[in-house]
């Protein structure tokens, strides 16, 4: 019913930025909140950052000054500008959302198949 397709992933070196992207498609009603997760090697996933439709964005302590989130609403896209790139943010970053498919009573969770950022030398 709802696909979300990842893009902008890919390696950089450290000091670096990268750009993602995410467009949820299908039978949406509407979108409570979008975001961005992450999982490296033997870790679990873990938040990065997640926007709210009203514009309230929440970010994980080890990104808060580098990494922006975005969205745009007519276009049912989420964007994450990251900028200074450090080793330690290289995972697979899956694109979350939190939307309300038509005949549907309640809003469900969605997930992307994820990206590789990988920041490296």
């Known amino acids: 019913q709802v696909q979300l397709v990842e893009s902008g992933g890919g390696l950089v070196q450290p000091g670096g930025s990268l750009r993602l992207s995410c467009a949820a498609s299908?039978?949406?009603?509407?979108?409570?909140?979008m975001g961005w997760y992450r999982q490296a090697p033997g870790n679990q996933r873990e938040l990065v950052a997640t926007i709210g439709s009203g514009g309230s964005t929440n970010y994980v302590d080890s990104v808060k000054g580098r990494f922006s989130i975005s969205s745009d609403n007519a276009k049912n896209t989420v964007y994450l500008q990251m900028n200074s790139l450090k080793p330690d943010d290289t995972a697979v970053y899956y694109c979350y959302g939190k939307i309300l498919v038509y005949g549907s009573g309640w809003p469900r969770d969605y997930w992307g198949q994820g990206t590789q950022v990988t920041v490296s030398s």
């Open positions: 299908g039978s949406i009603f509407s979108i409570n909140a």
